[in-house]
């Protein structure tokens, strides 16, 4: 059971991480966006939000690490659409 929780959290993090790297990366290296430092950490806030929200169930069927991952996702994906229309 154990194992299992550790594969559904390095899952998240690994997108929150991931996705928070492209932002910099697009934003810093790359120059293509321009955005801010705070705004960049959006991704990494869905994951906090994961860690906090998992005491123990009963959790819901949307409830997966699966959607956490896409959350951290999209989110980034927002914070990029915001950066390019602003």
């Known amino acids: 059971m154990e194992i299992e929780r550790a594969r559904e959290d390095a899952l ?6 991931g996705t928070t790297v492209a932002i910099a990366l697009l934003s810093g290296v790359a120059g293509i966006v321009d955005v801010a430092t705070l705004p960049t950490l959006t991704p990494l806030a869905v994951y906090a939000v994961y860690l906090f929200s998992r005491k123990g169930g009963p959790y819901g069927s949307l409830d997966t690490a699966r959607n956490w991952a896409l959350a951290a996702l999209c989110s980034g994906l927002l914070v990029l659409a915001a950066a390019i229309a602003f």
Do not use: D, Y
């Not at 998240?12 to 991480?17: D, F, L, P, Y």
């Open 12 to 17: 998240v993090a690994a997108a929150a991480g």
